[in-house]
């Protein structure tokens, strides 16, 4: 199966945005694999922590914002 590692990210940016706190945190309930990549892309800061939540940067939590709206509101 090919699988389009970059609508996973899409979904998992905005189901991040569904667990958003304090802000800018988010619950990191996702695949390691997966919070890499939105590190990578510049959406969240670095994963690699104690905490269980992660943080948005400026773009990353404007991004999610607009993805759960596109994906999940009526």
Known sequence: MDIDEDKIDEAALALL????H?????????DWDVTN???????I???ISKTKSVVFTD???KKSEELFKKLFCK
């Open 59 to 61: 773009e990353g939590l």
């Open 37 to 43: 990549r939105l590190y990578e892309k510049g959406f």
């Open 45 to 47: 800061l670095d994963p």
């Open 17 to 20: 945005y569904l667990t958003l």
């Open 22 to 30: 304090e802000q800018r945190r988010a619950w990191k309930q996702l």
